[in-house]
């Protein structure tokens, strides 16, 4: 069986579930290959080696992380030039997007994003326009590159030999044209990761000011284990901030239940919200299009309501 | 400065559907052309850097004949000039392919600042600025949440999973913006009235050197295999809060095994 190569999303060696994800989707696919690169990238070894990963390619130069996306294509680059993968899976992410793209023209290949499947002949699974459309597409031309929405499969928990190897890559001139001078990170709130969290619980412009969202929406999210959403008009408003959007403009989450509170269900919140696979929904307005999607829903006033539920939650 | 930005033409589907949702009919003749609105962004912030540091600003779209409507409205926002690429050919062009015209198209043009949104709102791929950066071997400057020219060297903030990045490079450079970067304007009537004038250069791939073996729906190197609508949801259970609305929701969330 060939390699597929698996991109491995990670902060200091912590490593995204999404890219767990990817290593049990390259499994139905071909051998596992976990590529993983910048500072701290030894330390996923045993995490990758406990999810799958046959060999991992491991580059532990630091300076990867100073420039925008360029260095990691160039490794992907050679390791595909190297190794003739049957495809690269790759999170489907702002950064994943583009390496997916500049890889693409690097090696001559098509590109397939947002897959929710890959099947073993590499034909991907897509769910376009918002997700009323499922579309099955295959890449025709070079390797297929295909990047890979989160929550689409689960991580498979069978160990794989793990066989570190070293590998390295000049940093380039075309690399070099850009400089990360600064991180700017958002405070950490201790809940899981929007794009990731196996449960969502959302709040708009119904939630009605900074105070709400401390004082309803976090409270039910921590008694759920969940992460914290918002719509559009909530993160405008400076309730909530941006990282939080769900939508089209913002991230796009497919949790196992999204929990819609004083949200309308614009068509661009849905595209970032559409392919949840359970959603409750609370909200005063009973014609609100977010019902649509409801498999639960409460016409009521979330102020109300979701104190109370909180209340519920938190004495089971 | 000299700025460019690249303007896809796109279906207003979220407009057709938007309806459908609010009275369950949907208009089918009301398929209308728009530009993709998080270019309108990118238009926005060009207009802003030229009105403080001078220069011109041009409209860049590859499309069918009639995104030259989109390609005018742009520049109805105040933008100088446009280049609409068009051929029979390129129906059907994947990323791949539109990247490589764009990029041709802007080979030898010298421009300081080349401008995207950061995804189309149809294909929503997020992918045609970096390959577009990456043909013309310029800095890849792309989903900025703010922009700073300052004299040949640019400053963005990158958006990120974690907050953002303060990335710097020289000029000239490819950049896409988010759509929180501004608050694009309406066209003024002088405007409108300017951009029926406007110069437009409307031209085949002959005219930009690229073969049209490369492009269109035969030779994308992606393909749709097949396609189907998402089954319908079936119609879940909502109820009036009277009081008992949470117990409900717990009771729900308790036969899914949520909680
Ligand atoms: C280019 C572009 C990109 C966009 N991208 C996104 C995006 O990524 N994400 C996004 O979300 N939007 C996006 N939008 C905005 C989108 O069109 C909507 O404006 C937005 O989603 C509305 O947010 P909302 O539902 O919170 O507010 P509203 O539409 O104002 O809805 C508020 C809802 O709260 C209900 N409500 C009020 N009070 C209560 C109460 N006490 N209890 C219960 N319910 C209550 C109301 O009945 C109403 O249904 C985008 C728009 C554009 C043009
Ligand atoms: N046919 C096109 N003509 C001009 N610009 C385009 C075209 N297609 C994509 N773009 C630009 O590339 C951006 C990202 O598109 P995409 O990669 O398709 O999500 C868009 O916001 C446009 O600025």
């Not at chain 1, 989450?253 to 269900?265: E, F, M, T």
């Amino acid at each position: 069986m060939t390699e597929v190569l698996v991109v491995v999303e990670h902060s200091n060696g912590d490593v995204k579930r999404v890219s767990l994800e990817l290593l049990a989707m390259a499994a139905g696919i071909g051998t596992p290959s976990a590529v993983v690169a910048g500072p701290g990238a030894s330390n996923a070894l045993a995490t990758l080696t406990a999810h799958g990963a046959e060999t991992i390619y491991v580059c532990d130069d630091a300076a990867i992380a100073n420039h925008v996306v360029v260095p990691m294509v160039d490794l992907l680059a050679q390791l595909v030039n190297d190794k003739s993968p049957s495809a690269v899976l790759i999170p489907s992410s702002i950064d994943g997007k583009e390496i997916a793209g500049r890889l693409a023209i690097a090696v001559n290949s098509g590109i397939i994003t947002d897959a929710v499947a890959v099947s073993s002949d590499c034909t991907a699974t897509q769910n376009v326009f918002g997700g009323a459309t499922i579309v099955q597409a295959k890449v025709t031309h070079g390797t297929p590159i295909i990047t890979v929405r989160p929550n689409s499969i689960a991580p498979n928990e069978a160990a794989g030999a793990g066989t570190r190897v070293d590998v390295s890559v000049a940093i380039s001139e075309a690399a070099r044209a850009t400089t990360v001078t600064n991180r700017v990170s958002v405070e950490k709130s201790g809940r899981p990761d929007l794009s990731e969290a196996s449960i969502v619980v959302s709040g708009g412009r119904g939630v009605g000011g900074e105070e709400g969202f401390a004082n309803v929406i976090e409270p039910l999210a921590d008694a759920l284990g969940a992460a914290v959403g918002a719509s559009r008009a909530a993160t405008d408003a400076g309730w909530y901030p941006h990282q939080f959007q769900v939508g089209q403009t913002g991230k796009t989450v497919s949790p196992q239940l999204y929990v819609a509170n004083g949200i309308s269900g614009a068509i661009q919140h849905r595209a970032g919200m559409q392919t949840s696979k359970t959603v409750v929904v609370v909200n005063k307005d009973a014609e609100a299009p977010i019902f649509d999607l409801a498999d639960f829903g409460v016409v009521g006033d979330l102020h109300a309501v979701l104190p109370e539920l909180t209340k519920l939650l938190q004495s089971r | 400065m000299n700025i460019c930005v690249c303007v896809k033409q796109v279906p207003d589907s979220w407009a057709e559907k938007k309806l459908s949702a609010s009275d369950s009919t949907l208009d089918r003749a009301a398929a209308e052309r728009v530009i993709n609105e998080l270019d309108e962004y990118a238009i926005e912030e060009a207009l802003r850097i030229v009105e403080a540091h001078g220069g011109e600003v041009t409209i860049l779209s590859m499309g069918p004949a009639e995104a030259t409507d989109s390609v005018r409205k742009a520049i109805s926002m105040g933008a100088n000039s446009g280049i609409h690429i068009v051929d029979d050919v390129l129906h059907g062009s994947d990323a791949v392919a539109t990247s490589l015209v764009l990029a041709k198209a802007l080979e030898g043009r010298n421009f300081d600042l080349i401008m995207f949104g950061c995804e189309s709102t149809d294909a929503r791929m997020s992918v045609v600025p970096a390959m577009v950066a990456a043909r013309l071997n310029l800095p890849q400057m792309t989903f900025a949440s703010k922009v700073e020219v300052n004299g040949t060297e640019l400053r963005i903030h990158r958006a990120t999973d974690y907050g953002y990045d303060e990335v710097v490079s020289a000029l000239p450079a490819v950049v896409s913006v988010v759509e929180k970067i501004n608050e694009p304007r309406y066209p003024s009537f002088k405007n409108i009235m300017a951009a029926k004038k406007a110069p437009l250069d409307t031209l085949s791939l002959s005219d930009i050197g690229v073969d049209a073996g490369a492009v269109g729906l035969a030779t994308a190197w992606s393909q749709v295999a097949s396609f189907a609508d998402r089954p319908a949801k079936a119609a879940g259970t909502v109820v009036t809060d009277e009081g008992t609305g949470a117990a409900k929701i717990a009771e729900f969330l308790t036969t899914q095994k949520f909680a």
